[in-house]
């Protein structure tokens, strides 16, 4: 079994910056990959990014690329999401997800989910 905790969410005004954290535990991360997703009010849940364990090697949605980053720290079995140049249509609550082997943008793929955090944008 695998638990994920979200954190960092808040408020921030548009232009500015978060970085969103999710801390590992349970099985052994080796081979995992993990993502975040985001759901606004109304809307379906969309990828966001998401980074292989092992490799590193990342994705990103096109609505983010080159303003939101995501690493991981194996010690700490830590992932983060660096978020610069917020826009307000970036406001929703923000899951992290794992999986043994998925690391694309369908959610409905993913085995394990946090319980999110929020993410307000001001404009």
């Known amino acids: 079994q695998v638990q994920l905790v979200e954190s960092g969410g808040g408020l921030v005004q548009a232009g500015g910056s978060l970085r969103l954290s999710c801390a590992a535990s349970?099985?052994?991360?080796?081979?995992?990959?993990m993502g975040w997703f985001r759901q606004a009010p109304g809307k379906e849940r969309e990828f966001v990014a998401a980074i292989r364990w092992s490799s590193g090697t990342s994705y990103y949605a096109d609505s983010v690329k080159g303003r939101f980053t995501i690493s991981r720290d194996n010690a700490k079995k830590t992932v983060y999401l660096q978020m610069t140049s917020l826009k307000p249509e970036d406001t929703a609550v923000y899951y992290c997800?794992?999986?043994?082997?998925?690391?694309?943008?369908?959610?409905?793929?993913?085995?394990?989910w946090g319980q999110g955090t929020q993410v307000t944008v001001s404009s």
């Open positions: 349970g099985r052994t991360f080796s081979n995992y990959a």
């Open positions: 997800a794992a999986d043994p082997t998925y690391a694309g943008s369908s959610s409905a793929r993913y085995d394990y």
